[in-house]
C-alpha cells in the first residue's frame, strides 16, 4: 500500500515515544467531598511545585467552590469554602504565584430580576465574577466581588504575574442573541495588585463585531500581558487583542489578530518571560499554523512562523490546539490530528523551525480536550482525553523527558463511570504535574478526581 507524505511524518514521529519514563503517575484519587456533587476542577502549580485545585461542591442551590493547597513537599491540606453562602457558586480558575499566593475566581448567583428584551419581559438570574486570595502563609483573604451586581457573567479567565499581579477576565451582559433589542455584551477586565482589585475596565468595542465573546488571558512572569477574546463576524470568526507590558497601568488599543475562521476561534497564546508571545492556530478544515509577536505599547501583531515540511492539520471537532511557554522561551504545543483516529501530536516551537518534528502519542482511541504544560530543561505533560464508544472514554497523560522524547501514554481515571467531555485541566512543570477531571460514578454522582506525576 502507498502511503502520503503525512501518513510516512505520522509513522516515523511516533518512533520518538519511549517505553516508559523513569517515574511514574500515581493512581487517580477523589478529591470532592463523599456523598456530594463534585464538578468543574480547575488546577494551577507554581516553578516551585506549589499547586493549588479549586472545583464546585454540593447541589444546584447550595454550590460553593472549594480549594486545596499543595505546599512544595508535596503535602495537600484539607479543602476550604471559599465562596461565601447565598448563591450557587460555579465555574472556578485558580493561579499560583512564585510565593505561593492563590488567587481563585469564580462567577456566583445574586438574584434574579426583570428585563426586557425582545420586546418581551423575562426574569433572568443576575451572576456576578468573585474572588479571592490565600497568602502564602495559608490565610484567605476577604471576598472581593469584581462585576457589576447585574446582568450575568460568563465563566471567568484569571492569569498571574511572578510577584502576584493578577489579572481576570469575563464576558457581561444579558446573555441573549446580539439580534434581540435590548442585549448588551462586553467583554471586562479588572487587575488585582498589592492584594487589591482595580475598577472594571471594559476591553471590547470593536465595530463591525456582532458579538464579543469567550475572553482568555495571558501573563508572563514579569507581567507582559495579553487579554484576548472572539470577534463574531459574518460567515465565521476573528479575535482581537490589547496589551499591557511589565509596569505598566494602561491598556493599548484594540488589534485583530490573524486567526480568522468560518467557525468559533480554534487557537491558544501564551507569554514569556521577556514578553515575547507564541500562538497557534486552527482555522476550521485548515492547517495549524504557529505564530510570534511581543508585547507593546501599540498592541500584539502577530507574524507565521515557517510551517513543518508536513502540513499539520487538526480535528476540527477535538477542542482547541494548545501551547505553553517554557523557562528558557520556547513553547511546548499540542493538537488533535485529523483524519482516522484522531491521534495527539505535540512538538516544541522551535523543533518547527528545523530542529526536529512533530511526536505522535499513540493512545487506543480518538482524542479530545487536549492540554499541554511546558517546563525546564525540556521537560513537559500533555493529557487528554479519549473516547472507546459513544459513553466511554478516559483521561491520559504523557510526560516528557529532559531527552526530549515523550513516555507512552498512560490511562489516568479509573475504570467505570464516565468522564465528562470538559475534562482534563493541567498544570505542570515538567519534572511534576497535576491532571484533574470531572467523572459519573455509580448512582450518577458526579466526583472530581485527580491523578499526581511523580506518584506520592
Known amino acids: 500500500m502507498t502511503r502520503s507524505p503525512s501518513h510516512l511524518a505520522l509513522a516515523f514521529a511516533a518512533l520518538a515515544v519511549t517505553a516508559s519514563p523513569a517515574l511514574a503517575w500515581g493512581p487517580p484519587q477523589i478529591v470532592s467531598s463523599a456523598g456530594s456533587e463534585g464538578r468543574s476542577p480547575a488546577v494551577a502549580m507554581n516553578r516551585t511545585g506549589v499547586t493549588a485545585m479549586a472545583w464546585v461542591q454540593g447541589p444546584w442551590a447550595r454550590r460553593a467552590v472549594a480549594v486545596s493547597v499543595r505546599d512544595g513537599a508535596g503535602r495537600w491540606d484539607d479543602p476550604v469554602r471559599v465562596s461565601p453562602r447565598g448563591g450557587a457558586a460555579i465555574d472556578p480558575r485558580v493561579v499560583v504565584d512564585s510565593a505561593g499566593r492563590v488567587t481563585v475566581v469564580w462567577r456566583q448567583a445574586t438574584g434574579s430580576q426583570r428585563l426586557r428584551i425582545g420586546g418581551r419581559a423575562i426574569v433572568r438570574v443576575k451572576w456576578v465574577v468573585r474572588a479571592r486570595t490565600r497568602t502564602s502563609d495559608g490565610a484567605w483573604g476577604a471576598v472581593a466581588t469584581l462585576s457589576p451586581d447585574r446582568l450575568k457573567v460568563g465563566a471567568p479567565e484569571v492569569a498571574v504575574d511572578a510577584a502576584g499581579t493578577a489579572v481576570a477576565v469575563w464576558h457581561w451582559g444579558t446573555g441573549t442573541s446580539p439580534l434581540l433589542s435590548g442585549f448588551v455584551g462586553q467583554v471586562q477586565v479588572a487587575t488585582m495588585s498589592d492584594g487589591r482589585w482595580s475598577r472594571l475596565r471594559r476591553v471590547s468595542g470593536v465595530p463591525g463585531c456582532s458579538e464579543e465573546r469567550r475572553p482568555r488571558v495571558a501573563v508572563g512572569s514579569r507581567g507582559d500581558t495579553v487579554v484576548w477574546w472572539q470577534c463574531d463576524v459574518r460567515g465565521g470568526s476573528t479575535a482581537f487583542a490589547v496589551t499591557r507590558g511589565a509596569g505598566d497601568t494602561g491598556w493599548s488599543a484594540r488589534r485583530e489578530l490573524r486567526f480568522r475562521t468560518r ?181 450518577g454522582r458526579r466526583v472530581v478526581e485527580r491523578a499526581e506525576f511523580p506518584a506520592p
Do not use: H, M
Not at 314 to 339: E, H, K, R, T
Not at 405 to 412: E, I, K, Q, V
Open 263 to 443: 467557525s468559533d476561534q480554534r487557537a491558544d497564546l501564551d507569554v514569556s518571560s521577556d514578553g515575547a508571545v507564541t500562538a497557534v492556530s486552527a482555522a476550521r478544515g485548515g492547517a495549524v499554523r504557529w505564530w510570534r509577536g511581543e508585547v507593546g505599547s501599540d498592541g500584539l501583531s502577530l507574524s507565521p512562523l515557517p510551517q513543518p515540511s508536513v502540513i499539520e492539520r487538526a480535528d476540527d471537532a477535538a477542542g482547541a490546539p494548545d501551547i505553553d511557554v517554557d523557562s528558557s522561551g520556547d513553547a511546548l504545543s499540542a493538537w488533535i490530528a485529523s483524519g482516522g483516529r484522531g491521534a495527539v501530536r505535540a512538538a516544541p516551537v522551535a523543533a518547527l523551525l528545523g530542529a526536529g518534528s512533530p511526536t505522535t502519542l499513540l493512545g487506543g482511541g480518538p482524542a479530545r480536550n487536549i492540554r499541554i504544560r511546558s517546563g525546564a530543561e525540556r521537560r513537559g505533560t500533555v493529557a487528554w482525553i479519549e473516547r472507546a464508544g459513544t459513553a466511554r472514554a478516559t483521561v491520559v497523560a504523557a510526560a516528557r523527558d529532559d531527552d526530549g522524547a515523550w513516555s507512552t501514554p498512560r490511562r489516568l481515571s479509573a475504570r467505570g463511570g464516565i468522564v465528562l467531555a470538559s475534562s482534563p485541566r493541567l498544570a505542570g512543570t515538567g519534572a511534576r504535574a497535576v491532571v484533574a477531571w470531572e467523572r459519573v460514578i455509580a448512582g
